[in-house]
């Protein structure tokens, strides 16, 4: 009795183990149900060519490169690098389906995910002994290869697509199906902020100007009409006679009076020569 238990639980061991084999096996089709679920579509009151150009114009808004733009078929792409050796890449694609009045938009997004891979070429040479020779010199080649490629299944990711996609909608369109506004913060979108305003430095107070004494108004005379005699006739003007030349005094002259008596002069110092003969 005691050696029966383990057993039990050995084979119900097994058997889960199987049971979880199998479901690994199962190929991934399997899963695929098929079940209406709205995620990869939306009905807009609109025509196809409209809502198509709103789907175009919401992926732009979104930096999407457009590579394909009919009236009712839209395809874009855009770039993502997560590190220096992976690259991701989404494709979206839409489809605009008339529906009479309305239109159905079908939108699938495509996850494509790249690796880098780097090749090592190595250079041969060729001896005619002994053949071809690999040598090490050589140069490497780096490129990006693609590892994995999945549908985006996000129902968030699609919500935030179509509800982008009915912000783009004609107006008319939109106030005929009472469609409200959603704020753009909501939908991923930017909104412009208004530049912040420079404050502006407080006004001194100015000093008061004095009062100036104001002179009292003098009185008018009263107004009356009386005769303007005319002005009198100016003399004549007469040129200003030129002074008269001033006379020089003339030098004044030394009169030298002889003495009265001229036995009163010195005697001479000197002997005084004698007077040349006039008959020599």
Known sequence: ?????????????????????????????E???????????????VTDTASCEAARRALL?????????????????????????????????????DDGHHATVFANALQDRYALKKTNN??????????SVSMPI???????????????SSQKFYERFFALVEM??????KKAAHIEEKPKADLGVP??????????????????PAAEPTAAPAESAPLSSEPVAPPA?????????????????????????????PTDLPPPSEPIPAMPASGQ
């Not at 078929?73 to 489809?95: A, C, P, R, W, Y």
């Not at 783009?168 to 369109?173: G, H, Q, S």
């Not at 912040?196 to 107070?205: D, I, S, V």
């Not at 040129?239 to 008596?261: H, R």
């Open 1 to 29: 009795m005691l050696n029966s238990i383990p057993v039990r639980f050995i084979g119900l061991a097994l058997l889960l183990t199987a049971a979880a084999g199998c479901s690994k096996d199962k190929p991934i089709y």
């Open 31 to 45: 899963h695929e149900n098929f079940d209406d679920s709205g995620t990869f579509s939306r009905n807009y009151p």
């Open 61 to 97: 808004s979104q930096g999407y490169i457009i590579t394909s733009s009919d009236p009712k078929l839209v395809s874009g792409h855009k770039s993502f690098q997560q590190t220096g050796e992976t690259h991701l890449e989404i494709s979206f694609n839409v489809v605009c389906a």
């Open 122 to 131: 190595s250079a041969s040479l060729g001896v005619g002994v002994l053949g």
């Open 138 to 152: 050589g140069s490497s080649d780096d490129s990006m290869v693609k590892v994995a490629s999945e549908t985006v």
């Open 168 to 173: 783009f909608l004609p107006a008319d369109a």
């Open 191 to 208: 909104e412009a902020k208004p530049a912040p305003l420079a404050p502006t430095p407080a006004a001194e107070p100015t000093p008061a």
């Open 233 to 261: 006739d100016a003399a004549p003007i007469t040129p200003a006679a030129a002074p008269a030349p001033v006379a020089e005094p003339a030098p004044a002259t030394e009169i030298i009076t002889p003495p009265a008596n």
